[in-house]
T-cell receptor
Framework: GEDVEQSLFLSVREGDSSVINCTYTDSSSTYLYWYKQEPGAGLQLLTYIFSNMDMKQDQRLTVLLNKKDKHLSLRIADTQTGDSAIYFCAPGGGGFKTIFGAGTRLFVKA | DTEVTQTPKHLVMGMTNKKSLKCEQHMGHRAMYWYKQKAKKPPELMFVYSYEKLSINESVPSRFSPECPNSSLLNLHLHALQPEDSALYLC?????????????FGPGTRLTVT
């Protein structure tokens, strides 16, 4: 089955950029997703990228995809305290094929 | 309306109790999901309903019984649970079950089994 790895913790200062990385084994999906989970809440779809793209930018968010290395990253520019949350990559696509990484806990220091 | 609602927000139950978790969406989505999430872990898929039929059961113990009364509602009936079943139970829906369909999640029900 799919194996998805993420580093568990990232700490940045407010205003800096955050980069959250994800590596995966199954490269068959058309879509690769990032979800955000704030404390005590459900998951919220943040952004996604098509598998035929290298990069997607959406306001402060930039998603980079390296299909050859099976590496997905999420960059948050000008990180704010409200960005503190757990970020899950789901590189296996959506629907019932959704498999989440372990989640990266982002802590933003004021 | 892009919201998935879940009730109750919190539930405390004894090991001999019977309770139900409820989930509702009005986005016309035809796939609905139950996940279990333990602290500091990713969500684990439990059940998937597609067009109101159970299509995936990830070897979940029979003390968890899902039900999909109609295309907008999803229930999870709980009976004779164990303390290790304490977790956040998340409901989600998607327009379809294919990989191009992102999931919309509810806020979850925090379940504590005593």
């Amino acid at each position: 089955g799919e194996d998805v790895e993420q580093s568990l913790f990232l700490s940045v200062r407010e205003g800096d950029s955050s980069v959250i990385n994800c590596t995966y084994t199954d490269s068959s999906s058309t879509y690769l997703y990032w979800y955000k989970q704030e404390p005590g809440a459900g998951l919220q779809l943040l952004t996604y990228i098509f598998s035929n793209m290298d990069m997607k930018q959406d306001q402060r968010l930039t998603v980079l995809l390296n299909k050859k290395d099976k590496h997905l990253s999420l960059r948050i520019a000008d990180t704010q305290t409200g960005d503190s949350a757990i970020y899950f990559c789901a590189p296996g696509g959506g629907g019932f094929k959704t498999i989440f990484g372990a989640g990266t806990r982002l802590f933003v220091k004021a | 309306d892009t919201e998935v609602t879940q009730t109750p927000k919190h539930l405390v139950m004894g090991m001999t109790n019977k309770k139900s978790l409820k989930c509702e969406q009005h986005m016309g989505h035809r796939a609905m999901y139950w996940y279990k999430q333990k602290a500091k872990k990713p969500p684990e898929l439990m059940f998937v309903y597609s067009y109101e039929k159970l299509s995936i059961n990830e070897s979940v113990p029979s003390r968890f019984s899902p039900e999909c009364p109609n295309s907008s509602l999803l229930n999870l009936h709980l009976h004779a649970l164990q303390p290790e079943d304490s977790a956040l139970y998340l409901c989600a829906s998607s327009a379809g079950t294919g990989s191009s369909y992102e999931q919309y999640f509810g806020p979850g029900t925090r379940l504590t089994v005593t």
